[in-house]
Structures are given as C-alpha cells and as structure tokens.
C-alpha cells in the first residue's frame, strides 16, 4: 500500500482541550458576556447538557475556577459566581504584572542564548498572522518560555495557576486593536531582553498586565456587565465668603 503524504497543517492548539478545559471556558466566557452575574447559581447540570458532556468535568472545572476568584460553594446549596466587578479584573492583572515582571528580569539577567532564539521565533511568527487564536496562542509561548527560562519552580506553578482567567480568545476579539498592541508588546519586550536591560523589562511587563486589565474593565462596562463609575461630585464656585473675605 502506498502512503501518501498530503502536508497536514499543524494544529493551532499547543493541547486537545479536555471537558473539564471547555467547561471551564465556557464558564468564564457566561460571566464574562454577564450571562452569569455575581450571586446567580451556577447551573451545572444545564452546562453538562449544552456542552454534551457529563456532570463531573463540570465540576472539575468549577473547582478551578474557584482557585480564580470566579465561583464560590456554599455547602449543599451549590456553587455560586463570586463578587466580579472591576476590582476582581484589576487585582488580577496587577498581580499577574508583578510575576510576570519577576521572570523578565530574571530572563533578562540571564539572556541565555537558546531562550533568545526561541523569543525571537515567537514574536517573528506572531508578526505574520492576523489570526486571533493563533496570535493568542503564540503571546502564551512567549509568556511561557520567559516563565520557564526564569528557571522557578514556585514562580512557574503561581503564574500557571493565574494563565486562564479570561475565557479563550476574549481579549483580542472585543478589545479595539487588541491584536497590533499584543504583538507591539511582543516585540517591545523582546527588544528588552535583547539589550539586556531588566529594569525595562520588569517595567513593560507591568505595564503591559496594567493596561491589559484596564481596557478589560472598560470594555466589560461597555456592554453592562460592570456598571459606569459615579461621576465625580460638582464643586460648587467659591465666593467671597467663602474666602473669607
């Protein structure tokens, strides 16, 4: 019998999802869209039936997104979406900031050739896509190669716990010129590590996660998952008397 070869495509995705992967997905993505608000019951057995899956990687998946801050059990009553509103987004992003910062320091520091050429990989190919699942999917290998390079186990272990936080592709497909500014972000932090310059490094980072957080924030209260801020308060003119005068 003869093979043939017909060239297949690599596939996009660095694993094949599990249930629990697309329970938890999907989870994120019904309080993100505000389907799921703070304090609604999550429904567990209407997930399994819209996914087609079973019970139990729902509640796996439940399990880690209560690591994130998301859900909450209570007991026999069930599982319920925990506070969310903008303080959970920025807390979030302004911790992630600092980890990630640690490793590109300790990248930078380093500059360990191998590592270098890995980053430039990365960031080359990401400048040749329009993609979004695949500029995501190369702005996480950036990310995971800095963590790794870091050479940390604890740092590694904390910052994969805090990866998956917003659902799949959610940020560069609601989030005006997500895609030029991730892949700018590549490069910019890229050029960073390149100089050997840590303190750059460490400060790109951190501003990157701050912004990344802070576009989230407005974008979730554009569509009224989080309400408007109050206005700031009037101040009335001072007078005369109120001078003194």
Same mark, same amino acid.
């Given at each position: 019998m003869t093979v043939v070869r017909v060239g297949l495509p690599k596939?996009?995705?660095?694993?094949?999802?599990?249930?629990?992967?697309?329970?938890?997905?999907?989870?994120?993505?019904?309080?993100?869209?505000?389907?799921?608000?703070?304090?609604?019951?999550?429904?567990?057995?209407?997930?399994?039936?819209? !996914?087609?899956?079973?019970?139990?990687?729902?509640?796996e998946a439940l399990i880690e997104l209560s690591h994130d801050g998301l859900v909450q059990t209570d007991g026999r009553r069930g599982t319920f979406v925990a506070d969310f509103g903008p303080s959970t987004i920025r807390d979030h992003?302004?911790?992630?900031?600092?980890l990630q910062s640690f490793a590109a320091r300790r990248v930078t520091q380093d500059r360990?050739?191998?590592?270098?050429?890995?980053?430039?990989?990365?960031?080359?190919?990401a400048r040749s896509t329009v993609d979004v699942a695949e500029v995501t999917r190369l702005a996480i290998e950036f990310t995971r190669v800095i963590n790794r390079a870091a050479d940390n186990t604890r740092l590694r272990l904390v910052i994969k716990t805090m990866t998956?936080?917003?659902?799949?592709?959610?940020? !560069?497909?609601?989030?005006?010129?997500? !895609?030029?500014?991730?892949?700018?972000?590549?490069?910019?932090?890229?050029?960073?590590?390149?100089?050997?310059?840590?303190?750059?490094?460490?400060?790109?980072?951190?501003k990157t996660w $701050? @912004? @990344?957080?802070?576009?989230?924030?407005? $974008?979730?209260?554009?569509?009224?998952?989080?309400?408007?801020?109050?206005?700031?308060?009037?101040?009335?003119?001072? @007078?005369?008397a109120d001078h003194g005068l």
């Open positions: 596939p996009k995705l660095a694993y094949v999802p599990s249930s629990a992967d697309v329970a938890s997905d999907y989870i994120r993505t019904l309080v993100f869209t505000g389907v799921l608000r703070g304090g609604n019951k999550v429904p567990i057995e209407e997930i399994a039936q819209v !996914l087609n899956i079973s019970r139990q990687p729902v509640r992003y302004e911790l992630y900031g600092l360990d050739p191998a590592v270098l050429t890995a980053l430039r990989a990365i960031e080359r190919e998956r936080f917003t659902p799949g592709e959610y940020y !560069l497909n609601n989030i005006p010129d997500a !895609l030029k500014r991730s892949r700018t972000g590549l490069r910019s932090q890229l050029r960073a590590i390149e100089a050997g310059d840590p303190d750059t490094a460490a400060a790109g980072s951190l $701050h @912004t @990344t957080g802070e576009e989230l924030i407005k $974008h979730l209260r554009s569509i009224g998952v989080f309400p408007d801020p109050p206005p700031a308060p009037t101040l009335a003119p001072l @007078t005369g």
